[in-house]
Nanobody
Framework: QVQLVESGGGSVQAGGSLRLLCVGSGRTFGSFATGWFRQAPGKEREFVCGISWNSDNVKCRTFVKDRFTIARDNDKNTVYLQMNSLKPEDTDVYYC??????????????????WGQGTQVTVSS
């Protein structure tokens, strides 16, 4: 069992930055891929960025590329999502998730076994 807790969300103006944190419990946190997803009301949860267990493989969706960066520190059981140049369309609830059967990040939410409770990000124009 892995528990994940996100933090760092908030309200910013367009062009601003936020840094999301996902802190996990359990000794297996550093053994599997972790992803950040986001979801707006009434919409499907969508993959944003993901990172492999050893940070060798990182992937982000095109719509956040060059603006968002994902990183992890397994010694601290923490995954970060640095979000720069935020746009109003980035407004969503952001979730981190860990896949206990995958080493590299994938886009499919069904491959992730444990999820955090989410943190709200609101970007105003």
């Amino acid at each position: 069992q892995v528990q994940l807790v996100e933090s760092g969300g908030g309200s910013v103006q367009a062009g601003g930055s936020l840094r999301l944190l996902c802190v996990g419990s359990g000794r297996t946190f550093g053994s599997f891929a972790t992803g950040w997803f986001r979801q707006a009301p009434g919409k499907e949860r969508e993959f944003v960025c993901g990172i492999s267990w050893n940070s060798d493989n990182v992937k982000c969706r095109t719509f956040v590329k060059d603006r968002f960066t994902i990183a992890r520190d397994n010694d601290k059981n923490t995954v970060y999502l640095q979000m720069n140049s935020l746009k109003p369309e980035d407004t969503d609830v952001y979730y981190c998730a860990i896949g206990t059967q995958i080493l590299s990040a994938v886009r499919e939410a069904s491959m992730y076994a444990f999820w955090g409770q989410g943190t709200q990000v609101t970007v105003s124009s």
